[in-house]
């Protein structure tokens, strides 16, 4: 049973996505994602010029010669959220945390989704899959998505994105748009399934970090607990040598990991909680509508 009080909060989030996808946002998603959606129509021999990448492999075997797929563009397309429910979300030093942000922002882009009248799913996940919702159009089938994000109290701790990239692969047949949003923090090596996962489907990953976890402004000695495994870690930044130290790995660790994103040719955006993220959204699809223009 949901507490009155939790609903409410729901509900706030649900009408402030749908007043901002309404003003400011659908627009930007439609342009910048409809009309990228392929559908398959035939397969034809292969001709000198084509795309190699269009070539399908198991026909071509089979006639012992190349054969490429052909697709025909189409409007209407599906949306996958790929959603981390780790107990790292629950970290927050402005007031709010990360997972209160992330629900922020996936109501966005659910509602601008459906607005656009594309088919929205959810995958939530933690080190294993804790909610799929297969993708449906509707009010309150964004609403069942939002309130499932915002309430859903996960029953592991961990993190495993691998898990999650294989279970998008395993029940999304057809080509998607997945936006996969975690923090990343996590010491598994996932790459090779993103790689396998963005040839299949056009995956966005976007970043959440709470600002004290980039950098420490006052001088003083923080004791951490790690959600994910009980962890007491103390950090002295009494001193501002340790705290020039800190912020520097930690921006290092943030490009290392944009890196990865742009050499598997994905786009990527990092968020700060507490940021306004319409207008880095915005930005980041009118990039992409050039990119694909």
Known sequence: ?????????????????????????????????????MEFAEFREYIPGD????????????????FIKIHHEEREQTVILVVDTSASLHF???????????????????????????????????DKIEVFIPPRKGRSHVWHIIRTIFTHQPSHRG?????????????????????????FLTEETYSDKLRASNVKHDII????????????????????KDEE???II???????????????????KAVILKQSFDKLGMD??????????????IKLFRIREKKHA
């Open 229 to 231: 495994t009980g962890e």
């Open 234 to 252: 103390d950090v002295d930044m009494s001193s501002g040598k340790n705290r020039a130290i800190y912020a520097s790995v930690q921006k290092k």
């Open 1 to 37: 049973m949901i507490e009155k009080s939790l609903l409410a909060q729901v509900q706030s989030i649900y009408l402030k996505s749908r007043r901002l996808a309404t003003e400011a946002f659908t627009g930007e998603f439609l342009s910048a994602f409809h009309g990228q959606g």
């Open 205 to 224: 990953s976007i970043v959440i970090r709470d600002p004290l976890e980039n950098e420490f402004k006052v001088p003083y000695l923080f004791s951490f």
């Open 268 to 281: 990527s955006l990092f968020l700060l909680v507490g940021q306004d993220y319409l207008k880095p959204l």
């Open 92 to 126: 927050g030093s402005t007031g709010a945390t990360k997972r209160k942000y992330l629900a922020d922002l996936s109501a966005l882009i659910a509602y601008a989704a459906n607005t656009g009248q594309d088919k929205i799913g959810l995958i939530l996940f933690s």
């Open 51 to 66: 795309d190699i990448r269009n070539i399908d492999w198991n026909v071509t075997a089979r006639f012992d010669k190349p």
């Open 159 to 183: 993190t495993d994105i691998s898990v999650a990239l294989d279970y998008l692969n395993k029940v999304i047949h057809r080509q998607s748009l997945a936006f996969l949003i975690s923090d």
